[in-house]
C-alpha cells in the first residue's frame, strides 16, 4: 500500500471519528431551525457539568449537597474557576449567526476541535442543555458554538457568542485538564476564631518548634516545644502567624519530577511541619520540603544556594506534590524565637 493511500486512510479514520464524537449522546435527530437558548437564567440550579474534548480528555463537575464542587468524584475543585463558567452560562449571549457562506466550513472545524459540554440542572440525569465550543473567530472576538437540547434536538446553525461585559474568546474557558480544576487551598479558615490550635515543628531544630492556643474569646497563649508557656511573646507576631490561615494556596503541581524522584521527596524529613485544629477538633497536618535550586543558582552575592529561595513543597491529599512560595508560607513557619 503506497504512502497516499495510507495517508487518505488515516484522513477518513479521522472524519470517522469526529463525526462519531459530535453524534454520541445525541437525544434527538438535527433541528430545522436554529436554537439559540444558550443562556442558563439561574445557575444555582446547575448541579453537575461534564466537559469533554476530541482529545478523549474530560472533566466531571459536580456539586454537593453542601454546596461545594468536586472534579472527577475524587478532589475539590477549584472555586475561582467554577464561578468563571457559572457566569459565562448566566451571560451568555448571541452576537451573530454565522453566514451561510461559512456554515460548513464552520461545522467542519467544530466537528475536529469542539469541546463538549453538558449542563445537568436540579440533580436531573439527562443534561438541560448540551454546549458544542468551538474556535475563536478570525478577530478573536467571538467563539463559534452549537446547541443541543435533549429531548428537543440539536440546532441546524452554529453561532458566534460572546459575553455581555467581556471582549473575547470564551473556548479556553472550558478546560478539561485535572490539574487546572483542582482546588488550589492549602489552608482556608476564613474565620480565624475557628482556629483552637497551631503548632509549629521543626525537625531539624526541634528546639525552635512552637505551639500557639487560642481561646474562644481570642486569647492567644504560645508555647514552647516541651509545651512550657512563653511568658512574654510578641502578640502582634501571633496574631499575624494566625490571620495566615485564612487563605493559602499552592501554586501548581509538580509534574517535571519523575515518580521515584516525587516519593524520594515526600519519604524524606519535613524541613516543616505544620498541624492545625479547630474548635470542632478537626485536624490538618502539612508538611514542608526543601525545594532543590535550579542548576547554577546564586543568591545576591552570586554564591550557589543550597535550596530554591523561592519556592517549596508540600502534599495535597496526600498524594501530590505541590509547590507553594516561600514568601507567603515562610510566614506560618518561623521558628520560636522569631515570636519571642
Known sequence: MNKR????LFVLAVLAAAAWWLDRSDTGSTLDRPITDFAVADTSRVSRIFIAEMSGRTVDLERQDDGHWTVNGQFGARRSLLD???KTFLRVEVRAPVAKSAEANVL?????NAKKVEIYEDGSDTPSRIWYVGSSTPDQ???YMLLEKPGEGR????FVMGMSGFTGHLSSRFQSDLDEWRSSVVFAYPD???LAEVEVRHPYDPAASFRVEQSATGELALFDAAGGPVPAFDTVAVQDLVLQFRDLHFEGFERKLSGPQRDSIMNSLPARVVRVRDREGNEQEQPFFVKAPYPGETNLEGELIQQDLDRMYTVVQDTSLVLVQRHLFDRIVPALDDLR
Do not use: D, E
Open 192 to 194: 480565624v476564631s475557628r
Open 141 to 143: 472576538m467571538g467563539t
Open 5 to 8: 493511500w495510507i495517508q487518505l
Open 108 to 112: 467542519k472545524q467544530m466537528a475536529t
Open 84 to 86: 468563571l463558567i457559572l
Open 155 to 158: 440546532s441546524s446553525q452554529p
